[in-house]
C-alpha cells in the first residue's frame, strides 16, 4: 500500500485542498483522514478566532472519528472528508443550538437525515457551524467574512460559508429560506448548490418554513457539488454529461427585482455573461413571463405566515427569550390574510410550470444575480436575499458561482438557475461553465493562505 505523502509532497497544506482533491488523495492512500482533520484543526485554530465560523468543535472526538474512518474501506466519495454542519441540523454526538438561547446546549441523540446520509457515506463530521438564530432571525451570528473582518459573511448559513471560504473546511451544509445559502457562497467567494425543493430530506432540521426550507451544501469548485450531489442521487460524476460552452443558450436575467442591484453586483453579472459570449454561448436578455413579477409579494407573506406556525412552540414555552421578530410572526403583526396567503400560494403554483416550460431548445440555463453587490459593512446585517427569494419559491435549483472582487476588495457571485428537478444537467452546465465564469478560481487561496 502506497504510504501516506507529507504536505510538502502533496505540494499544498491538506486544509487547502477542495473536497474533490481530497477525495483522490484519500482513496489513493497519499493522504489520510487523520492528517486532513489535523490540517483542518489547526487552521481553525489559527483562524477561527478572528472569523468565528464554529459554536462547536471538539478535536478530540473528532480525531478520534478520523482514526476510525481510516481503518474502514473506502465506499464512498465523501469518505474521510470533514464536514460543517450548520447549527439549525441535529447531529447525534454534538449540541444543536439553533443559536438561541432557549436551547444552549441541547443535544438530540441523533443526526438529521442530511447529516446521516454524509456520516454513513463516510463523510466527517467536524462541528456545527455559527447560524442566524433559527436560521431566520433573531441573533445574529458572530461570524465575519474572511476576506474583510469588517463585513459580513452573509447569512443565515453563516459558519458555514465563512468556514468554507477561509479554509477551515472543505464542505459545510447550509440552508435557504429566503437568499440563505447562495448569499453566503458570493459574499465569501465560494461555490454552492441549493437543489430543487424537496429533493434533500429536511427531517431533523428546525424549519421556518415548509414551503421554502431547502437544504444546500458549499465546496470550492464545481466537482466538490456534484461529489455530495451523488451521495443524495442527485447526480453522478461518471454520469455528468459532457457540456461545453459553445452554443449554450443563456438567458441572462435581470430579474423583476433589478432596481435593488448595486454597481458591483451589475459588473460581475455582465462580465460574467460576457465571458461566456466571448466562450461561445448564446447570451440573451431573459424577462420571466409576466405573472412572475409578483413572487415577491407572495413570497414575503408565505414566509411571514409559515413562521408564525414554526415559532409557535417557543413562543408557548420561552417567550422572554424569543427575540421580538419572531413574537412579531407568531402574532401576525404584518397582518398577512387568510386570503393574501391562498392568493401567494396559488401563483406559486402557476408559475412554477410556467417558468419550468422556459427550458429546452430555447434556454438551457438562467445567468442571475447572487446578491445586489459586495457584502455589506457589519455584523448586524447579513445582506438583503431580494435575488434569491423568487428562485426559492419557484423550487428550482441554484448554483452559485464566483466571478470576481469588487472595489472593496470582496467577492461577488452570480447564480445559475435551471427547471425544478433538473439539478444534474444544471451541473453539468455549471461545471463546463463554472472556469469561464470564474477566471481566477485560486485568487481565494493566495490571500487567505
Known sequence: MDMPLSSAAIGTQPYQLTASEAAALLRTKKLSCEELVRSCLARISARDPLVRAWLYVDPELVIRNARELDKLPITSALHGLPWGVKDVFDTKDMPTTQNSPIYPGLQAGRDAACVAVVRHSGGLILGKTDTVEFASGGRKALTRNPFNLAHTPGGSSSGSGAAVGDFHVPLAFGTQTGGSHIRPASFNGIYGLKPT?????????????????????????????????????????????TVTPKGLRVGLCRSPVWEHIEPAGEVALLLAAKRLADAGAVVEDLDLPAPCEGLASAYTDIAYAEGSVSFLPEYLGAPTLLAPDFCARVNNERGVTPEALLAGYTLADRCRPIFDALFGTALDVILTPSTPGEAPVGLHTTGDPVFNANWTLLHVPCVGIPVRRGPKGLPVGVTLVGPRFGDKRLLAIAKALAPVIDADPKSALRELC
Do not use: C, N, P
Open 197 to 241: 425543493w424537496g429533493a434533500v430530506s429536511r427531517e431533523g432540521l428546525k424549519m421556518a418554513s415548509h414551503t421554502l426550507d431547502t437544504v444546500g451544501w458549499y465546496g470550492r469548485s464545481v466537482d466538490d457539488l456534484i461529489l455530495v450531489a451523488e451521495a443524495f442521487r442527485l447526480a453522478r460524476m461518471d454520469d455528468i454529461q
